[in-house]
């Protein structure tokens, strides 16, 4: 046998086979990091939805916040009155 011949032997019989484990490990790897940013994109989406909503219940809160100062001023206006 030529030494060519030897080294294409070694080439298919050993070189191959541990680049595709390597591979195979790498696949292996991105596959488990696509399935976490999947689950992340989830979840990011999910928090969007909660949030949209925020600026409406935040215009319900300052309506509420001016009745009530409003009471408290009437009230406060009352008891100066009284004990004044």
């Known amino acids: ?19 595709v484990a390597l591979l195979n490990r790498v696949l292996a ?3 488990d990091i696509r ?3 999947e689950v992340t994109l989830a ?14 219940r935040l215009a ?3 309506e509420v916040i001016d009745e009530v100062a409003n009471g408290a001023v ?3 206006g009352s008891v100066g009155k ?3």
Request: aromatic fraction near 4%; glycine fraction near 12%; hydrophobic fraction near 55%.
């Open 1 to 19: 046998m030529s030494l060519w011949t030897i080294g294409n032997l070694v080439l298919l019989l050993v070189v191959v086979p541990v680049l």
């Open 29 to 31: 790897a991105l596959e």
């Open 35 to 37: 399935g976490a940013a």
């Open 43 to 56: 979840g990011g989406l999910g928090i969007i939805e909660e949030v949209h909503h925020v600026t409406d």
């Open 60 to 62: 319900i809160t300052d």
């Open 74 to 76: 009437r009230y406060a």
């Open 82 to 84: 009284l004990l004044g």
